[in-house]
């Protein structure tokens, strides 16, 4: 995967996202370096799942700009898909295939060569522990498995910045581990940038480089986990 020209993996200056006269993301300045883990916190209805829907290209902003591995979300949208994987809050899984079968055709979305794409699949599924439920319906999954198949399938094409849309909503303490370690390999052994939304103290303080907190569409404190822990609790 080619770099980009921008050295931040995420900026965004006075990003704003208004819907019927209702500002859900108001004036939002952020700056995500490459191979971080970038927590944003907040609670539900606070901006974090628009915020992210406009850096995957999936909203318009209405106002300010973003841009994402360098390239523009609005004038560049194409540029920036390429180079982003994303597991947001739904996953977009088919109960009628097989894990192995969704995989597959991730890769041939992403222009993955054939002769690569069994090799591929079978690397991803050792890297999740699902190598042994690849060829069974996704309909037999738990939800911590639906959850991890999501994740990789976001994976399929070594993305240079990977969105996690509250990852871990709904499941089990032993599944929530499992993602976070995911996480943290996907991070320290790939130097793969993330994006990571949540609701979750704990989630942001065991995995997050940097955390901000918005609320109410505006960031309203920003900086280490440590540092907000002293500074407002």
Not at 52 to 81: I, Y
Not at 171 to 178: H, N, Q
């Amino acid at each position: 995967m080619c770099t980009s020209p921008d050295g931040a993996a995420v900026r965004t200056e006075g990003l704003v996202r208004q819907f019927n006269g209702l500002t859900a993301v108001d004036n939002v300045d952020l700056t995500i370096e490459r191979g971080e883990i970038y927590g944003f916190l907040g609670p539900n209805g606070a901006g974090k799942t628009t915020t992210v829907r406009m850096l995957c290209t999936l909203l318009a902003p209405t106002g300010g700009s973003a841009t994402v591995a360098g390239f523009d979300v609005a004038a560049q949208p194409g540029e920036v898909r390429l180079r982003i994987g994303a597991a947001l809050q739904e996953a977009a899984l088919d109960p009628k295939q097989t894990g192995r079968e969704l995989l597959r055709l991730q890769g041939l979305l992403y222009g993955l060569p054939k002769s690569a794409m069994a090799r591929r699949v079978d690397e991803l599924g050792e890297l999740i522990d699902l190598t042994d439920a690849l060829d069974r319906p996704i309909s037999t999954y738990s939800g911590g498995m639906k959850r991890r198949l999501d994740l990789v399938a976001a994976l399929v094409h070594n993305p240079e910045i990977l969105f996690l849309d509250e990852p871990t909503t709904g499941l089990d303490p032993v599944s929530r581990t499992g993602v976070w370690a995911e996480v943290r390999r996907l991070n320290e052994q790939l130097g793969m940038t993330v994006f990571l939304t949540t609701q979750y103290l704990e989630e942001a303080d065991e995995l997050a480089h940097r955390v901000g907190i918005i609320n109410d569409g505006r960031l309203v404190a920003e900086g280490t986990p440590d540092d907000l822990k002293h500074s407002i609790g």
